[in-house]
């Protein structure tokens, strides 16, 4: 169940928005073996001044954060990573303009349904 935001600067996407936070719903589905149905992406685009990049980044730098449950393998997120890159990369946002950073929350700390989610049985499993 993570929940994802992706912020970029305005101008680059247009039109694309959809398939953009369709691309990341799909590395997320790889990397983290989440179901289709799980999901929280949000994406909020930056006028230029209201966003700085690192010098040398292009138009497109991207940086998505990821707040998911802790317990995924290094494996798993490496698996993520892989497919973040190469999804993004596919609509022209070049690999080293693509920041990932994960915030790993303990299912106790996260609340759905009234409860805390270690007390749900989410119907697949995050020790991936």
């Known amino acids: 169940m993570p929940a994802t935001r992706i912020d970029t600067r305005r101008g680059w996407i247009g039109e694309r928005r959809l398939a953009v936070i369709e691309a990341v719903q799909r590395a997320l589905q790889q990397g983290l073996k989440i179901p289709d149905d799980?999901?929280?992406i949000s994406l909020a685009e930056h006028d230029a001044d209201a966003m700085i990049v690192p010098r040398g980044k292009g138009p497109?730098?991207?940086?998505?954060?990821?707040?998911?449950f802790s317990g995924r393998s290094t494996e798993a997120k490496r698996r993520l990573y892989a497919a973040m890159?190469?999804?993004?990369s596919a609509l022209g946002v070049p690999k080293h303009d693509?920041?990932?950073?994960?915030?790993?929350?303990?299912p106790v700390n996260w609340g759905l349904r009234g409860l805390p989610a270690s007390d749900i049985d989410l119907g697949f499993k995050i020790d991936v």
Do not use: M
Not at 60 to 68: D, P
Not at 85 to 88: C, G, M, N, Q, R
Not at 98 to 106: A, N, Q, S, T
């Open 85 to 88: 890159t190469d999804e993004l």
């Open 38 to 40: 799980d999901r929280c």
């Open 98 to 106: 693509i920041k990932i950073i994960l915030v790993e929350i303990d």
């Open 60 to 68: 497109a730098y991207s940086v998505i954060e990821i707040k998911l």
